[in-house]
């Protein structure tokens, strides 16, 4: 009977060891539902306003975001620009512009952003947003002068604060 119980005992060691501790799993899960993220590739809009913008929205909560760009759309408030645009009167803003068709894609990012965040059961009131743009693939019309096309990759990212 004595060894009988060091068999069990040793049996009861062995599936400790080779059992995954919940705990682990459990912070691992928590780790990776810290951020979320969006990405869009080939959007038709400029990368030098997608850039601009993503400066504009950077650090704020994807509401405001919301909010800010749907005031851009009706031409209340100029995004700031810098490099190389054209000088714009009567904005407040030496280098402002109103991307509108740029800034239809930024607010339907941003509303995925926040599904997103909830769907990994994030609180969506205190989120931060981080926003970076770069060039996208070079397509070109097709004809004499072979013009391409503008395409931008966005990449967003959410996390709480």
Same mark, same amino acid.
């Given at each position: 009977?004595?060894e &009988?119980k060091?068999?069990? &005992?040793e049996k009861? &060691?062995?599936?400790q060891? !080779?059992?995954k501790?919940?705990? *682990?799993? #459990?912070? %691992?899960q928590?780790?990776s539902? %810290? $951020? #979320? !993220? $969006?990405i869009c590739?080939d959007l038709p809009?400029?990368?030098k306003?997608? =850039?601009d913008i993503?400066?504009f929205?950077k650090g704020?909560?994807?509401? &405001?975001?919301? !909010?800010?760009?749907?005031?851009?759309?009706i031409?209340?408030i100029a $995004?700031p620009m810098? +490099?190389?645009?054209a000088? =714009? =009167?009567g /904005?407040? /803003?030496?280098g402002g %512009?109103y991307?509108v068709?740029?800034?239809?894609?930024? /607010?339907?990012a941003l509303?995925?952003?926040?599904?997103?965040a909830? *769907?990994k059961?994030? *609180?969506?009131? %205190?989120?931060?947003?981080f926003a =970076?743009?770069s060039k +996208? #693939? +070079?397509?070109?019309?097709?004809g004499?002068?072979?013009?391409q096309?503008?395409?931008?990759?966005?990449y967003f990212? #959410?996390?709480?604060?």
């Amino acid at each position: 009977m004595a060894e &009988e119980k060091i068999k069990q &005992e040793e049996k009861k &060691e062995l599936v400790q060891k !080779t059992e995954k501790k919940p705990e *682990n799993i #459990a912070d %691992k899960q928590t780790l990776s539902n %810290k $951020v #979320a !993220t $969006v990405i869009c590739k080939d959007l038709p809009i400029s990368v030098k306003y997608s =850039r601009d913008i993503c400066k504009f929205i950077k650090g704020k909560s994807p509401k &405001e975001a919301i !909010t800010l760009l749907e005031r851009v759309m009706i031409q209340k408030i100029a $995004v700031p620009m810098t +490099g190389e645009y054209a000088h =714009r =009167r009567g /904005i407040g /803003i030496a280098g402002g %512009k109103y991307p509108v068709k740029s800034s239809e894609y930024f /607010i339907k990012a941003l509303k995925n952003l926040i599904a997103n965040a909830s *769907n990994k059961g994030m *609180n969506t009131e %205190k989120l931060v947003v981080f926003a =970076r743009a770069s060039k +996208g #693939a +070079g397509v070109t019309h097709s004809g004499w002068r072979r013009r391409q096309f503008k395409r931008a990759h966005l990449y967003f990212e #959410a996390k709480e604060k």
